[in-house]
């Protein structure tokens, strides 16, 4: 009788967890998927950025914060990489910050030296957050010539493995 009840509680529990989906993406795009377009304006200067332009070229694609520590660490670690290794890649990288100002102080004092970095200050309500399901954390994406997403979520050993291949 002892290993009957053990045998059911086995089974209660192996059913209830059969309905987890254990593949279940942690949200955004994945790769092989192309890249929705989007149009941003820049802070300072007004300027008008289209995803679209960048057709040609690989772009490494970086969703942060600056209230999210390790958002930000990767936005720094990914931006000095690309400029001072891979200048051939754009680095487009988009901050949900809630102020243009808190953003603003935040590229001063990480050094991050781009004419592609912009703020979206209506934060996780914003369209573009929306378009790429950015709804469980922030990610990015290397994207190829065509706009094709080749990576997810990658680090700069990662991205040197990418950029370096034959």
């Given at each position: 009788m002892k290993?009957?009840?053990?045998?059911?509680?086995?089974l209660l529990i192996g059913s209830l967890t059969s309905f987890i989906a254990k593949d279940k993406s942690t949200g955004g795009l994945n790769v092989g998927d192309v890249a929705p377009d989007f149009k941003i304006e820049s802070t300072p200067n007004g300027h008008m950025f289209k995803l679209?332009?960048?057709k040609g070229r690989y772009v490494l694609l970086n969703f942060w914060a600056s209230y999210d520590a390790?958002?930000?660490m990767h936005n720094i670690r990914l931006n000095h990489t690309i400029c001072?290794?891979?200048p051939q890649v754009k680095m487009v990288s988009v901050s949900f910050?809630?102020?243009a100002s808190v953003f603003t102080e935040t590229i001063r004092k990480d050094q991050i030296v781009s004419p592609y970095c912009f703020v979206d200050t209506k934060s996780e309500k914003s369209g573009l957050f929306k378009k790429y399901r950015l709804n469980r954390g922030f990610t990015n994406y290397l994207l190829n010539d065509k706009g094709v997403i080749i990576a997810k979520n990658i680090s700069v050993a990662e991205l040197s493995s990418y950029l370096t291949k034959g």
């Open positions: 290993y009957v009840k053990w045998l059911f509680v086995v679209a332009d960048t390790v958002s930000r001072s290794t891979f910050d809630e102020y």
